[in-house]
């Protein structure tokens, strides 16, 4: 049974790309399709904990970020009242832009996602697949399971496919706050042994 999901970019997609062997879904026996089931449910559920771990940690570097800014902000304040334009105050205008930019690059992680959770609609279940005469009402329970096991396959792929984008974007940052330390000197020596 496949649903049409809709995505961000508003393209749709039919779920489940995957499908269990026909001769596997045969020989499950109610016990084995709850086994199943119970896994995927965990491992889905972890995809969107996970989202919110991304984005805990996002808000930290967020946090630093803004201190950063700020501080080389009140230094940029503080230094034009002099009217004198040197290194040091180029240097804390590169690093104001510097931090300017990965702050508005990080908000892109704390933006409100669409994470496919656990569970399905009764509408989706509740369908004629699922009561045809060649199903048996003691079966039925494993049909049901086999479709929402199928169903949390896609959802599982979908949601580590966003993780995993948003964990990218997550260690960029983190490496350009570590390369700034890095960039300030190199930038001051410059400035004052080349342009003033």
Same mark, same amino acid.
């Given at each position: 049974?496949?649903?049409?999901?809709k995505?961000?970019?508003? /393209?749709? +997609?039919?779920?489940? =790309?995957?499908?269990?062997?026909?001769?596997?879904?045969?020989?499950?026996?109610?016990?084995d399709?709850?086994?199943?089931?119970?896994?995927?449910? /965990?491992?889905?559920?972890?995809?969107?904990? +996970?989202?919110?771990?991304?984005? =805990?940690?996002?808000?930290?570097?967020?946090?630093?970020?803004?201190?950063?800014?700020?501080?080389?902000?009140?230094?940029?304040?503080?230094?034009?009242?002099?009217?004198?334009?040197? =290194?040091?105050?180029? +240097?804390?205008?590169? =690093?104001?832009?510097?931090?300017?930019?990965?702050?508005?690059?990080?908000?892109?992680?704390?933006?409100?996602?669409?994470?496919?959770?656990?569970?399905?609609?009764?509408?989706?279940?509740?369908v004629?697949?699922?009561?045809?005469?060649?199903?048996?009402?003691?079966?039925?329970?494993?049909?049901?399971?086999?479709?929402?096991?199928?169903?949390?396959?896609?959802?599982?792929?979908?949601?580590?496919?966003?993780?995993?984008?948003?964990?990218?974007?997550?260690?960029?940052i983190?490496?350009?706050?570590?390369?700034?330390?890095?960039?300030?000197p190199?930038?001051?020596?410059?400035?004052?042994?080349?342009?003033?």
């Open positions: 049974m496949a649903k049409i999901i995505e961000e970019n508003n /393209k749709n +997609t039919t779920a489940p =790309s995957w499908q269990g062997k026909v001769e596997n879904k045969e020989k499950l026996t109610q016990d399709a709850k086994f199943l089931f119970d896994q995927a449910e /965990k491992f889905l559920k972890d995809t969107v904990e +996970t989202s919110n771990i991304i984005v =805990s940690r996002t808000n930290t570097l967020i946090t630093i970020i803004a201190g950063s800014l700020v501080a080389f902000m009140t230094y940029i304040i503080s230094r034009l009242s002099d009217y004198k334009i040197d =290194s040091q105050l180029i +240097t804390a205008t590169t =690093s104001t832009i510097y931090l300017y930019i990965l702050i508005f690059y990080s908000f892109e992680n704390t933006k409100p996602k669409t994470y496919l959770i656990p569970g399905s609609l009764p509408q989706d279940l509740f004629d697949q699922f009561f045809v005469e060649g199903i048996e009402d003691k079966k039925r329970i494993i049909h049901f399971y086999i479709s929402e096991i199928e169903n949390y396959q896609f959802k599982i792929e979908k949601n580590a496919e966003l993780n995993k984008l948003r964990w990218n974007r997550y260690e960029n983190l490496k350009a706050i570590l390369f700034l330390p890095i960039v300030l190199i930038c001051y020596y410059f400035l004052n042994r080349f342009l003033l």
